[in-house]
């Protein structure tokens, strides 16, 4: 595997800040860029050309504000180590460049999924009516269970 300086693709592929909404960015530095071969079949080029991506973005380290990092945090995502970094590997494209850009946009897209409020759980109660149709229909598949047994004489 072949790394390669975060701050050389940064200046290479002129990263500056990666916007998540109109009011939010992610600087730069937050990000570490490393490039590597790429996996699976694709003939001589292959083995000598690293043009898949792995991104590496630190949530506790980060300039996000505090209650994104804690969504962030809280999400059931593979792509989140229990230290709290997130890691893409992007190899999907031929060049590093368009690898590059997946990897970033796949972070925009996963940061844009806290960005809203999650809605609070209101817990209500069933009407008479339904606990009567539920109890209803219950007794109704007793029936039917009921038929199918053997008669015993």
Known sequence: MIAVCCH???????IDMVRISHNLHISDNE????????QGAGGQNVNKVSSAIHLRFDIAASSLPEKYRRRLLALQDHRITKQGVIIIKAQ????????????????????QSVLKEPKKRIATRPSKAAKRRRLDEKSQRGKTKQLRKKILD
Do not use: F, G, M, P
């Open 92 to 111: 999907q494209h031929r060049t590093r460049e368009r690898n590059r850009a997946d990897a970033v946009e796949r972070l925009r897209r996963l940061v």
């Open 8 to 14: 050389a693709i940064c200046s290479l592929y002129n």
């Open 31 to 38: 990000i570490e860029l490393s490039a590597i071969r790429a």
